[in-house]
Structure formats: C-alpha cells, structure tokens
C-alpha cells in the first residue's frame, strides 16, 4: 500500500513538473514573439528614393517626395511587395524629423496584396504644410 501511495504522489509530482515546464515553453515562446513585433514596431530611417523593407514589405528605389495639390507632402511613384506568406494590406507611416521635432506624416496604404504581389502605394498627409528642412524620414507601421 505504501508503495502504491508513493508512485501515485510520484506521478502527481511528475503530471504537476510536467505542466509547469510546457507552459514555462508557451510563455517563452510568447515572450520571444512579443520582443520580435516590437522591435518591428520601432521606426527605422530610411533614405528618400531608395529601396527598404519594413514588416515584411519591400518598397522599391525610385519613389519621392513632393508636394501635394494643396502644398502639404506626399510620397509617389512607391511600389510595395508583400514577402509575408499570408494575404495583407502594407499600412506604412512616413514620418519626416528636423532633429527630434516631427514636421509632418504621410499615411501610405496599398491594394490587398497575396504573398509576393505587389501594388502601388496610395499616400495622403493631413498635414498643410510641407516640411520644409527635413533631415530625416522614417517608416514605421500605421497601427
């Protein structure tokens, strides 16, 4: 009996040791995914016209910056490839810095886009005026 008594207390302690190791795995694997999307979530510079990746999406060289119809900022001719492996629309922000100050944004959206397709990037600022003496731009994710 007691014998018996000891196994079933072994094998509790073992069934307990057992789920406290697969959710210690689950929460490091979690953790790992959290830092990754966050490091992602960062702003990352970016040289006017030439080519980048963000999140998993390619621009391609040869887009600018202009002034839009009512004197603000835009971004044409942007290209953007979706190089995830799942369907998804590329929502960047284009942010232009004088030093720490932020000038202005321009939101860029694209069509759908499966795994490798590419679309145009269709861009818009609220801003009213263009940044005049920018020096730097940077690209982050819209949400």
């Known amino acids: 009996m007691r014998n018996v008594l000891l196994v079933v207390v072994l094998l509790f302690v073992l069934l307990?040791?057992?789920?406290?190791?697969?959710?210690?795995a689950?929460?490091?694997a979690a953790d790992e995914a959290i830092k990754a999307e966050?490091?992602?979530d960062k702003p990352k510079e970016v040289a006017e016209?030439?080519?980048?990746?963000?999140?998993?999406?390619?621009?391609?060289?040869?887009?600018?910056?202009?002034?839009d119809a009512t004197g603000g900022v835009t971004i044409k001719n942007a290209r953007v490839t979706n190089d995830a492996d799942?369907?998804?629309?590329?929502l960047l922000t284009f942010t232009f810095y004088k030093g720490s100050e932020n000038l202005a944004e321009v939101e860029c959206s694209s069509n759908e886009l499966q795994a490798g397709e590419s679309?145009?990037?269709?861009?818009?600022?609220?801003?009213?005026?263009f940044p005049t003496g920018y020096k730097t731009i940077k690209v982050a994710d819209a949400f």
């Open 26 to 28: 689950g929460l490091d």
């Open 119 to 129: 679309s145009k990037l269709d861009c818009v600022s609220f801003d009213s005026d």
């Open 49 to 67: 016209g030439k080519a980048f990746t963000h999140d998993d999406y390619a621009v391609d060289a040869g887009w600018t910056v202009a002034k």
């Open 86 to 90: 799942e369907g998804r629309t590329a």
């Open 38 to 40: 966050e490091a992602n």
């Open 16 to 24: 307990i040791g057992g789920c406290f190791a697969i959710l210690g």
